[in-house]
């Protein structure tokens, strides 16, 4: 897998040399995708509430990649987090590589189980996510292995968070990530990988590189 990477106070992009499979829960061509970009994009926080009105969200991130004229599909995330927080941590074992890029912020911290901000089903929060990561892996990823990687992501970040005390907004318990995270795995072309969780050596490193890219944009916003 090629790809090049832009990073500015605005947003980070990765272009692909060749499409790619990307499994995410992204604002824009989130779930099951074949991508030739990535992109996490800042947008304002509402601070005080004072905004009412909102364009929705994957409108503004198909404009903003429709005003840089990436060729190809996209996938898009949105935060609030400052560019500042990115972080990028790639790990290498046995010829497979495993590489993280993530911006952080905990403003919005969360416990999973904590009561919910909008009490209605159909309900579409406003607030923009706080904690997003890419995972980009040399190896070739079954589906399932996909969603494991996504599993695997969320306990790494949980455990950071709470190896941190980061308390929840909410409940002021142990926080388990924020209320709007958002997490998208590429899937290489290299060797075939079918189980990526905590008893194999890829679900390891993957937990490693999440934690430690994690741990230091959490401290460099400290």
């Known amino acids: 897998m090629e790809y090049t990477l832009e990073h500015t106070d605005q947003f980070f992009h990765v272009g692909f040399n060749k499409p790619v499979r990307i499994l995410s829960s992204a604002i824009l061509n989130g779930g099951s995708q074949i991508a030739n970009h990535f992109f996490n994009f800042k947008v304002d926080e509402n601070f005080n509430g004072e905004k009412k009105v ?74 923009v996510g706080t904690i997003n990561i890419l995972v980009l892996t040399s190896a070739h990823l079954t589906e399932a292995g996909m969603v494991e990687c996504i599993m695997m992501v969320s306990e790494a970040k949980a455990a950071c968070l709470q190896d941190l005390d980061i308390t929840s907004r909410i409940s002021n318990k142990i926080a388990t990530g924020t209320g709007t995270d958002s997490t998208a795995i590429v899937s290489g072309s290299g060797p075939k990988i079918n189980y990526c969780g905590k008893h194999v050596l890829f679900g390891e490193i993957l937990a490693k590189a999440v934690y430690l890219s994690l741990s230091k944009s959490l401290s460099s916003e400290s």
């Open 54 to 127: 909102f364009e929705a969200p994957d409108k503004t991130l198909a404009n903003f990649a429709d005003s840089k004229e990436w060729n190809g599909k996209c996938v898009g995330m949105m935060t609030a987090a400052l560019m500042s927080s990115f972080q990028r941590i790639r790990i290498e074992e046995q010829g497979v590589w495993i590489e993280v890029l993530l911006t952080s912020g905990v403003s919005n911290a969360r416990r999973a189980g904590d009561l919910a901000d909008y009490r209605l089903m159909y309900e579409e929060a406003q607030k």
